[in-house]
């Protein structure tokens, strides 16, 4: 028998994967299925973008760059987080890595190991405390709460902190249950964070352009004390219609910053070349893509919670930020995987069950409304039958 070290009995995984897959066999066996599972925008990345990869190809970047990412890319982040929030960052404490969950990997790797807390948000992104159980430190969660518009408490927060809390994890605007918290309440976290030096922060800002309502992105970065601290998770997956790109960025603390470039060595060597040209591109050219996409998400997005709380049972806030609706289904007398589990089987409606983002997540489920305006109103009408139905 093969032995490995315990961590790896302890890894989890995303079970947006999985029903990804589950959805792919249906429809594969001529089942009609509407997905509303997995967390990407269902929009084409923009052309410009696509075209500086072949470009980049063509030109012959086709070779090995800075594990750390080329500079002109890193350069175009450090601008861009300043033009959008007027932050002052280092293009040298900038790191180009495959994707934005590989920042959480490098991250929950530094300060995880036993004996360790680690907060994290719950119901939040699964990989977070699967990570934090792979490193053998204690996953301590964050309550995520409906009635506080799904935003994080400053207060229920800091008072999770202990003297063996190493890490905090923060994410807003956030998966799965669009919230997006209120600078006054990121003000007041980050003031009481200033009480706890040894503790770092990973913010994790991938949905920092996916607000709604006249919302304003709030950065960690912008708090001069905890800059020291503070390792900000972003990329281009969500914003860019890139996330089969494999791409993200993260911004290190200068005492970090070694470490995780040694990390890349080690593991991946560098981003695949093309794809940082596709970045920059992303970057530094026209950004009315992003704001058609948006404009397309916020018009879905009222309408998913109009037709969500046109169901008996079922009620949901209107999101903030990312393309994800959270609707409360407790009255409906589900339990909340398997009624996720029963739309697929039944109507064909994929949506991921919200125990798959934490305890807290039981009686809510996620839907992605990353789909037409038609297929969303076909798949609430599909389950809105189904529920009347089941009663
Ligand atoms: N962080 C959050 C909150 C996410 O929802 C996701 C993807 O769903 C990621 C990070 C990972 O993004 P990527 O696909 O770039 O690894």
């Known amino acids: 028998m093969l032995t490995t070290i315990p961590g790896f009995d302890r890894i989890g995984e995303e079970n947006a994967f999985a029903v990804l897959a589950r959805a792919q066999a249906l429809a594969a066996e001529g089942k009609n299925i509407i997905n509303l599972g997995i967390g990407q925008p269902d929009f084409p990345t923009p052309e410009n973008i696509a075209e500086a990869a072949i470009k980049a190809i063509r030109d012959g970047h086709h070779g090995y760059t800075p594990a750390t990412g080329i500079l002109p890319l890193r350069q175009a982040v450090a601008a861009d987080l300043d033009r959008r929030f007027g932050v002052d960052v280092d293009p040298e404490k900038v790191i180009i890595v495959p994707g934005g969950k590989v920042t959480m990997f490098a991250a929950i790797l530094m300060f995880g190991e036993p004996g360790a807390e680690i907060l994290y948000p719950d119901p939040g992104f699964p990989i977070y405390r699967s990570m934090i159980e792979f490193t053998g430190a204690k996953p301590v969660p964050i309550p995520i709460r409906e009635e506080n518009g799904f935003a994080f408490s400053a207060e229920e927060t800091l008072a999770l902190i202990t003297d063996k809390t190493r890490l905090i994890i923060l994410n807003?605007?956030?998966?799965?249950?669009?919230?997006?918290?209120?600078?006054?309440?990121?003000?007041?976290?980050?003031?009481?964070?200033?009480?706890?030096?040894?503790?770092?922060?990973?913010?994790?800002e991938i949905y920092d352009q996916m607000l709604y309502d006249g919302e304003e992105h709030v950065t960690l970065l912008s708090y001069p004390a905890l800059r020291d601290r503070v390792i900000l998770l972003n990329g281009w997956s969500k914003t860019y219609a890139m996330t089969g790109w494999r791409l993200g960025y993260s911004v290190w603390p200068e005492a970090?910053?070694?470490?995780?470039?040694?990390?890349?060595?080690?593991?991946?060597?560098c981003v695949n070349a093309p794809a940082q040209y596709a970045a920059l591109e992303a970057l530094t050219g026209p950004q009315d893509a992003v704001a058609e996409m948006m404009a397309a998400f916020d018009a879905r997005r009222k309408l998913v919670v109009d037709l969500l709380n046109d169901i008996p049972g079922v009620s949901c806030i209107v999101p903030k930020g990312a393309f994800y609706a959270f609707p409360n289904i407790r009255e409906t007398g589900w339990k909340a995987k398997k009624l996720a589990s029963a739309l697929l089987e039944g109507p064909g409606v994929a949506t991921i069950g919200g125990p798959d983002f934490g305890t807290l997540g039981e009686g809510y489920i996620r839907l992605s409304y990353a789909n037409s305006q038609d297929n969303i109103r076909e798949a609430l009408i599909r389950m809105k039958t189904f529920l009347e139905k089941t009663e």
């Open 256 to 269: 970090l910053y070694d470490k995780v470039r040694k990390l890349a060595v080690n593991a991946w060597s």
């Open 172 to 204: 807003s605007p956030a998966n799965p249950c669009g919230g997006v918290t209120p600078k006054a309440e990121v003000d007041r976290l980050a003031a009481g964070l200033e009480n706890h030096p040894n503790v770092a922060i990973l913010s994790d």
